[in-house]
């Protein structure tokens, strides 16, 4: 956890005793310390021995991914720990994930309360809640149709030509190089591009202020005694660091809802004709359009799969009453955000592991480049319709995704008290699905430690459970912007491998070590080289 430079007892009494004084039997810090702890035993859930104030926060020290399958090993398929005085429940069955994320999906609306999250980002559908985000939910969900994606595809496509000539300076030198970078810089620049309709090259211009505000957010995290204090006491921490300034989140903050505020003047002074047709201007056109919206019809379907068995009951759907289809400037800063993080590091992930992938697996590579030759005999410039010709490739990114999922953990609020397939679950429990642990449970996939992209046939995909593979999530709050990081993930590695074929070096590392606090990445970059073809 690292070092306090102040004594921890200090700090915490310094904080802790206008509070408990008012009692009039003072409660001690003991007491305080452990008294949430006691909830999941209450209704029969398994949880490792909680330290006091901070419950199981060290449990999860190394991150999620590893600690994910040895608590189920220890405590069963549904188990709990506790963060601070915040309960979760760990839920790792196909069955019971499917109620929590589509059958009772009523109950299990919102994610977990954003208390610390600021402007733009606490506008995006990630944080907004109950009929909030289905109304903002309704409005974006088309921003990701078949029409919308075929007009990003020649962004796409533009930032490939940038990487692919940054590649082939590494081929030509035939030295090996960590291709993680080349990535987290490509998706960059898709972010920029789709979201703010900002045109950068990262590589090449390190300094671009998008870059270096990008990556200063992402290189943010909590100064670790402080994550304990407000662990500890969130009634007293969170209103507390809600008025205390923080200079460079806001200037943050301010950096990227001025970029869009730029962007939306500089649209509104062109005509139709000039403006690019991105996600951003998608937003901009919902903004400005008169046309109502039932929302009872939006996201029938979970967008994490096509298939029925993922379908919300119509209970759960939004209501019925149409809502005006407009976003505000907020709105439209808040989603651009969004897709910034969830597009930067999870599709740059993506595209990592599966590099590794097919670099470790030569015969499955060898099969890609078969199919990749044949489309490209027929096809001069990959589009949203011609790249659908690749089903080889689509089972390689569904598998690196079951065996590396980015986002390998999703939470969702229970609302009240319930019962799920006979397990109790409390209200204000935050439930976890442990993806990773699924993804690897031998019921559904046999030598889950093997790289086997024909585990993805249609039929193979048939006689499994629906909810054996979420890389997406399921149901209504499933990832949104699924299908564009399908599409740019398939369209970045048929663009490569058209030119080069991935090969390990010494410097490559098998197998390779992860981290996995708020994604899943490889924790030491991807060393590979690169061969012309």
Known sequence: MGDCPYPFTVIVSSLAGPVFCRSAEPVG??????????????????????LPFIGNLLFFQEGFWESHTKLITAYGPVCGYYIGRQMFVVVSTPEMIKHILVTDFSNFTNRTKPNLISKPMLDSILCLRDDRWKYVRSLLTPAFGDSQLREMTPLINEACDVLLSNLKVYADSGKAFDIQRCYKCFTLDVVGSVAFGTQVDSQKNPDDPFVKNCRTFFEM????????????????????????????????????????????????????????????QWMLDSRNAAASLGAECFDGIGPATTSSHHEAPLADKAPSEKIQKRLTEDEIAGQAFLFLIAGYETTTS??????????????????????????????????????????????????TLRMYPPAFRFTREA????????????????????????????????????????????????????????????????????????????????????????????????PLQLKSKATLGPKNGVYIQLESR
């Open 221 to 280: 995290s909590l100064f670790k005694p402080l994550l304990i204090l407000i662990l500890s006491f969130p009634f007293i921490m969170i209103p507390l660091l809600r008025i205390l300034p923080n200079k460079k989140q806001k200037e943050l903050n301010g950096f990227f809802i001025q970029i869009i505020k730029k962007a939306i003047i500089f649209r509104d002074r062109q005509d139709a004709a000039e403006r690019r047709r991105d996600f951003l």
């Open 350 to 399: 993506a595209l990592s592991f599966a590099t590794y992938l097919l670099a470790t697996n030569p015969e499955c590579q060898e099969k890609v480049l078969q199919e990749v030759d044949d489309f490209s005999a027929k096809h001069i410039i990959p589009d949203y319709q011609n790249v659908q010709e690749l089903p080889y490739l689509d089972m390689v990114i569904a598998e």
């Open 29 to 50: 810090l003991s007491g305080y310390s452990t008294s949430a702890f006691s909830r999941l035993a209450k209704v029969g859930i398994r949880h490792p021995p909680p």
């Open 415 to 510: 609302a009240k008290d319930c019962i799920v397939l006979g397990q109790r679950i409390p209200a204000g429990a935050v439930i976890e699905t442990a993806v990773g642990h699924l993804h690897y449970n031998p019921d559904f996939w046999p030598e889950p430690e093997k790289f086997i992209p024909e585990r993805f046939t249609e039929e193979a995909k048939k006689e499994r459970h629906p909810f054996a593979y979420l890389p997406f999530g399921a149901g209504p709050r499933g990832c949104i912007g699924m299908r564009m990081g399908l599409l740019e993930t398939k369209m970045t590695l048929l663009r490569i491998l058209q030119k080069f074929r991935f090969k390990t070096c010494p410097d490559t590392e098998i």
